[in-house]
């Protein structure tokens, strides 16, 4: 929290609660640093850089002229002379804190334009375990799974960046035919009604489509259409090769949003990928046959304990939690 004797833009940006405040992460911190600045009016200065280099966000401000300002003030003193001369000394202490509350509500005025470009941003996200359904005003549905982030514009719900899974369910507008734009590192979606899965983990983007038509613009300028039934998964920062197939088990795909995951004959490293992307940890195998271990079978995506238990005894595999590292070998 801030100290007035050693505020500095440097000091604000290494504060995780300044950032939240900046941010519009937190609405404890965001209640605590308006408060803070509508009593500390001078150090707007410092907050407003500060703000500004963690979101990069410019300012349209309009300068006034050192002669503006005389006016202003000249203006503001001689009415104050005024109510003085027909007042008396109680009169004027009331003046005094009129003329407080005009700074303190100038104060306010800034705090809620810099909090109202702050929190332009909508966001909505999940920890660990955890699945979220959000309901956006165009009349489409959204389930995020374990450890994703959704965020879009507050005027413009169709066009949303997506960190982690999530699975649409894109309402039609019939009237303007609006696209709906699903962006993540690698592509872009482009629908007008549908049903698809996006997962963006793991340095590149899987695109299932389950119903509707889907456009994809990739990163490097390629467009690709997909048809129901299809899974495309393409990655900017790695290979940049376009994988494309018709998987047998596409409902397997986005069986999370049902809370547990569903496996048929999957080899244990790519379940290992899975988990680790769920849950946020890091899976190693102790043997070379563990990895080729088969599991058919479901695991839930919000209890770790039972998931590992379920993998254990399904492929007679040992599993030791450490921490955040998960150790897989075969029983003896």
């Given amino acids: 929290m801030a100290n007035n004797k050693e ?12 950032v939240n405040w900046a941010k519009g992460l937190n609405q404890n911190d965001i209640e605590y640093w308006n408060k803070w600045i ?39 003193e001689a009415k104050l002379t005024q109510q003085e001369q027909q007042q008396d000394s109680s009169s004027k202490t009331i003046n005094w804190y009129i003329l407080s509350g005009v700074a303190a509500s100038i104060a306010l005025l800034i705090v809620l334009y810099l909090n109202f470009t702050s929190t332009s941003i909508t966001t909505y996200s999940t920890g660990i375990g955890e699945t979220l359904v959000v309901n956006l005003t165009d009349g489409t549905r959204v389930q995020l799974n374990s450890n994703s982030k959704i965020n879009f514009e507050k005027d413009n719900p169709r066009a949303i960046k997506l960190t982690g899974e999530a699975y649409f369910e894109v309402a039609k ?16 979606v482009e629908v007008f009604g549908t049903k698809f899965n996006v997962n963006a983990h793991r340095n590149k983007t899987s695109v299932t489509l389950d119903e509707g038509l889907v456009k994809l613009k990739l990163a490097n300028g390629v467009t690709k259409s997909m048809l129901p039934g299809e899974h495309v998964s393409y990655s900017h920062s790695m290979d940049q090769t376009v994988k494309a197939s018709s998987p047998k088990n596409i409902k397997e795909i986005s069986s999370w949003k049902n809370g547990a995951l569903e496996f048929n004959g999957v080899p ?5 990928e899975r988990i680790e992307d ?23 995506i919000n209890n770790l304990e039972i998931c590992l238990k379920a993998i254990s005894g399904a492929t007679n595999t040992e599993i030791i939690k450490n921490d955040d590292t998960i150790s897989i070998k075969l029983k003896p």
């Fill in 278 to 300: 769920i849950y946020n940890v890091s899976v190693e195998f102790m043997d070379g046959e563990a990895p080729n271990q088969l599991l058919t079978g479901g695991l839930p």
């Fill in 38 to 76: 509508v009593n500390n009016p001078d150090k707007i200065a410092i907050v407003t850089e500060a703000k500004d280099c963690i979101v990069g966000i410019t300012f349209n401000t309009q300068e006034l002229t050192a002669s503006e300002i005389d006016t202003a003030w000249q203006d503001l």
């Fill in 173 to 188: 507008k019939l009237k303007t035919n609006a696209k709906f734009a699903v962006k993540t590192n690698d592509l872009l």
């Fill in 7 to 18: 505020l500095s833009v440097s000091g604000l940006i290494k504060d995780t609660s300044f």
């Fill in 268 to 272: 244990l490293h790519k379940v290992a």
